[in-house]
């Protein structure tokens, strides 16, 4: 019976309960061990909030930034907030201040026209600003949704909007292939109305082979496509002298047409033109 005494007196009630403490301890330690180590992630509307201050204010810093959230009783570490900054590559301040071309012309293309910064220079130098003409509203429309900064305006090509001999160049790309061959020739007369002395007119149409215009099938209306010296002769009328022309073939609806795209001077500008290479080259003999 003593030994017995002895023996149970090596454990005592304390080591008992501090083992099963510490046992519980470990086990509720493993599991509750979190799965990532470190600071949680950041909640996604306050990495979104600091991104917009970053971008609506650029010259606010990541401590301004810091202290803005703050004050909207945001709780966020600054270093958490340049962390936020450097991970979607915004730069710090001093270098965000300065201004690009493309974010200038994305705020200020509204007012780009009256800058004078969308135009076009000529190989001999000469400077053309540029505006479109269509007869749809939805084509005028859609024009001004893809080209805000371009200036477009509804009208009709039988009667242009612009004064006589304001204009150094016309670009007609297939504007008047639905034209009636009778209604052609005012078409033309009243683009060569609009050109200045020496202006060029560039026109594309729809050719064939035949001594007549030929009707076809189009996907928007009836067109018709020209013999390319009858084209010639309505352009002469008009007082205008072709300079060059490129031609391309093409399979339409079984019809075989030939688009041609014709330079035009007006027969003043010719003249000199020729005058003027023809002194040359007396002057070279």
Request: aromatic share 6%.
């Amino acid at each position: 019976m003593d030994k017995r005494r002895h023996l149970l007196s090596l454990v005592r009630p304390d080591t008992i309960v501090r083992r099963h403490r510490n046992l519980l301890k470990r086990r509720h330690a493993a599991t509750c061990t979190p799965k990532r180590r470190g600071r949680p992630p950041t909640v996604r509307s306050i990495r979104a909030l600091v991104l917009r201050l970053a971008h609506e204010n650029s010259s606010w810093g990541y401590r301004r930034i810091h202290g803005e959230l703050a004050a909207l009783g945001i709780k966020v570490a600054a270093s958490t907030v340049w962390e936020v900054l450097r991970e979607h590559g915004i730069p710090p301040a001093p270098e965000r201040q300065s201004t690009t071309w493309a974010d200038f012309l994305r705020s200020q293309a509204d007012a780009l026209l009256a800058c004078d910064l969308f135009e076009t220079r000529t190989l001999t130098g000469a400077r053309l600003y540029v505006f479109g003409l269509d007869l749809s509203p939805a084509m005028v429309d859609h024009a001004r949704r893809a080209h805000p900064a371009l200036q477009f305006d509804e009208a009709r090509m039988e009667a242009l909007p612009v004064e006589d001999g304001a204009l150094g160049g016309v670009l007609a790309h297939y504007s008047m292939i639905h034209t009636p061959p009778r209604e052609l020739p005012a078409l033309l007369a009243e683009q060569a109305r609009v050109l200045a002395p020496g202006g060029l007119l560039l026109v594309s149409f729809s050719a064939t082979d035949g001594p007549e215009p030929v009707r076809f099938d189009h996907t928007v209306m009836p067109a018709y496509s020209w013999p390319v010296d009858r084209f010639v002769e309505l352009l002469a009328g008009a007082g205008l002298v072709g300079s060059s022309r490129t031609g391309r073939h093409a399979d339409r609806g079984g019809l075989k047409s030939e688009s041609w795209s014709a330079g035009l001077w007006t027969e003043s500008a010719h003249r000199r033109c020729t005058s003027a290479l023809g002194a040359a080259y007396d002057r070279s003999r």
